[in-house]
């Protein structure tokens, strides 16, 4: 927004009138900018709140090790191979 005002006042040059309007408009704008970066939050401080206002706190599962998921694809695999009909699955041995 403040780039398309800044491009009327150098562009726009219809009438001394439209043009101090503009101008006061922008300095309207500009002035109620703060450029004070030194602020006690932040956007992201304020999102981190919200989230933990929230009370949700993600899933830590336990550790599991490649010897027992290479035995647990084992099993499963077994168990599929052993099943009571292997007829109409679409897989051909």
Avoid: C
Wanted: no cysteine; charged share 30%; net charge negative.
């Amino acid at each position: 927004m403040l780039a398309r005002l800044w491009h009327y006042l150098n562009v726009a040059k219809s009438s001394e009138g439209e043009e101090e309007l503009l101008r006061e408009k922008f300095n309207a704008i500009v002035e109620g900018l703060s450029l004070d970066e030194s602020a006690p939050t932040t956007y992201l401080d304020e999102l981190e709140k919200i989230e933990e206002s929230q009370g949700f706190k993600p899933p830590n599962p336990a550790k599991v090790s490649l010897a027992s998921t290479f035995q647990a694809m084992k099993r499963g695999f077994k168990n599929w191979f052993n099943r009571p009909h292997h007829d109409g699955d679409g897989v051909v041995l």
